[in-house]
């Protein structure tokens, strides 16, 4: 198994500001993922990190608003720019092997809040 | 669209009966499927899973159930206990291997009553 830390693991920001979410795993991985919780909602894929390339990003999300980076097989961060109310959620990241499914595994999440 | 729905947002069972989460898809795409268990400020946990090529799928006191022709699939949980209280996903997977990318349901949080 795999131990993913997240760092914060909450944060209060200001409208207009950005935040980078660090997301560390305990050893390496292929695959690594962001995804978004907000309030009620279902866990939503952001995007899939990719170690040496650009991210891929999932229909309604875009390069500029969530910039990722993968510069190694065991960490990657997310900064969610310029940052309105709407994007306060929790903000997960999960690591896993291709094929692994059931060895999908999440870090404990950041709870953003935005005002 | 939500292709996977969990209708029941919450579920509250005596301890020691019969847990029963609901999961429903629209994507006839989807050809894998899991249910994670969260505890409050933790991330999500694998549970148990079923391929489409199987209708049950048993671990311990958990058991998956998937009927593709209605696209519904259920978790059973007997006998509760007061540690299963937490919040329960389920997800899919489509058919395309090497595409890892998980849809998930909203979740149901279940409460097991002591």
Known sequence: ?115 | DQQVKQNSPSLSVQEGRISILNCDYTNSMFDYFLWYKKYPAEGPTFLISISSIKDKNEDGRFTVFLNKSAKHLSLHIVPSQPGDSAVYFCAAIPVNFGNEKLTFGTGTRLTIIP
């Open chain 1, 1 to 115: 198994s795999a131990v993913i830390s997240q760092k914060p693991s909450r944060d209060i920001c200001q409208r207009g500001t950005s935040l980078t979410i660090q997301c560390q795993v305990d050893s390496q991985v292929t695959m690594m993922f962001w995804y978004r919780q907000q309030p009620g909602q279902s866990l939503t894929l952001i995007a899939t990190a990719n170690q040496g390339s650009e991210a891929t990003y999932e229909s309604g999300f875009v390069i500029d608003k969530f910039p990722i980076s993968r510069p190694n097989l065991t960490f990657s961060t997310l900064t969610v720019s310029n940052m309105s109310p709407e994007d306060s959620s929790i903000y997960l990241c999960s690591a896993g092997q291709p094929l692994s499914y059931n060895e999908q595994f999440f870090g404990p999440g950041t709870r953003l809040t935005v005002l």
